[in-house]
């Protein structure tokens, strides 16, 4: 019931501040043909911490902080700069990329903020944008894939166990890696103890732009063939709850991921209204490393936090704010960004209570033809045949992993 109550009360809330993208830096040890942020990259102009302080100091309360970069991890002061968020603006959300290049200052991070932020839950999100020789040729590392999956074994050790700390794995999805994500997915899933593994299709001006030669019909095929490893995951997630509750928390997140898909099939070749308001710049913000700020990563530049001293608030009630939140609507960029995605979908009841469940029954339905004996036992009626009786030989154990 109170998770109930906490499920609505967050539904029907107004639009307010949810979630600051912070940029740490701008410095990479990666040279990534997908990148969106590669013309910013090893500017060295990066905030410095007394002007986080500042933004910290002049922000509203916020949930959940998307640190992005650059690669986070080379920023020195990483761990001060979470704290900072946590203590002032109460986020108890953080969302933390890594290239997994680095497994000491994972650690170290890690380690403190755990530590210093005892009501903080940690998504870190490992890329992985293929096989071994596709991801070190899509990242221009040599050897990146096996030192990315140490980084994740030596993760997965050192805090298991840690509830508050989901380690998973993000790919972005391209026109050079389409043909073996499944195989990727199936290698995580059975080799690592990753908690998650989400999928990205490529978006925006990368430095290789040749990587988003896909179709939508091949990505509609590759998203039906990830579909089973959501539902592996699923029951990794809900593990701890009791029935109904993991059911019902297995059901919706298949809905979400079922929605995403939809929402990046749509719009992958070109823009279709998502079934909500776009609450960019409302529920948003974005902050590069310079100052910059945005109202999402899609779209341009508003200003610079040094303008208005680095108050947040102010630059949030700017007149070029209010001037793009207006236009955002008329502009017509729907997009595929997840993370917008998200925390749109969030502000809108009709999203939350119909389009989800909906999803989700859409799934169960595109699903049925691949479903084993055991899973269609409910449905059968009593003089089938029996080689579709549950418990008919050959079929998969229930919790392996996905083909
Ligand atoms: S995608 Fe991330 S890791 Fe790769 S070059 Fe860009 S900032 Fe660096
Ligand atoms: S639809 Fe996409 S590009 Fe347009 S404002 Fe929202 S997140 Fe930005």
């Known amino acids: 019931m ?18 600051v993208f912070l940029f740490v830096t701008s410095t990479c040890n990666s040279l990534c043909r997908t990148c969106f942020y590669w013309e910013e990259l090893n500017s060295n102009r990066d905030l410095t911490f007394e002007q986080l302080e500042s933004i910290s100091a002049t922000a509203p309360q916020f949930h959940k902080l998307w640190i992005s970069g650059g690669e986070p991890f080379l920023r020195k002061e990483l761990a001060e700069i979470i704290e900072l968020f946590y203590r002032n603006n109460r986020v108890r959300h953080v969302n933390l990329p890594t290239n997994g290049l680095l497994p000491q200052k994972v650690e170290s991070v890690i380690d403190q903020v755990l530590l210093r ?51 998973n794995v993000v790919t972005c999805i391209t026109g050079e890696n389409y043909a073996e994500l499944v195989e990727l997915a199936r290698t995580i899933a059975a080799e690592t103890h990753s908690d998650g593994h989400y999928f990205e299709v490529i978006r925006g001006e990368p430095m290789d732009a040749a990587l988003k030669r896909l179709t939508t019909a091949e990505l509609k095929v590759l998203h039906r063939r990830l579909i089973p490893f959501h539902e592996h995951y699923a029951r990794k997630l809900f593990a701890h709850l009791g029935q109904p509750a993991r059911s019902l928390a297995t059901a919706y997140y298949l809905g979400v991921v079922k929605f995403h898909f939809d929402l990046h099939e749509q719009n992958f070749e070109g823009p279709q209204a998502w079934p909500m308001a776009c609450t960019a710049g409302s529920t948003t913000v974005v902050i590069d490393h310079d100052g910059h700020f945005r109202a999402c990563e899609m779209r341009g530049k508003l200003g610079r936090l040094q303008e208005f001293d680095f108050d947040l608030g102010a630059a949030l009630g700017s007149a070029q704010m209010r001037q793009e939140i207006a236009a955002i609507p008329e502009a017509n960029c729907w997009c595929t960004h997840s993370c917008w995605i998200y925390t749109s979908r969030k502000f809108s009841p009709r999203v939350m209570l119909f389009h989800i469940p909906w999803a989700y029954l859409k799934h169960r339905w595109s699903a049925l033809a691949g479903m084993s004996a055991s899973e269609l036992a409910p449905f059968l009626v009593s003089d089938a045949p029996a080689s579709l009786q549950a418990g008919a030989p050959n079929q998969p154990a229930a919790h392996s992993v996905p083909r």
């Open 2 to 19: 109170a998770r109930l109550l906490k499920f609505a009360n967050g539904v029907f809330r107004p639009l307010q501040l949810e979630s």
């Open 117 to 167: 932020c005892p009501e903080l839950t940690i998504d870190l999100n490992f890329s992985l944008d293929g096989l071994a020789n596709t991801h070190d040729a899509i990242r221009g590392v040599p050897n990146n894939f096996e030192k990315t999956l140490a980084t994740m074994d030596f993760a997965a050790e050192k805090w298991r166990g840690v509830r508050r700390l989901r380690r």
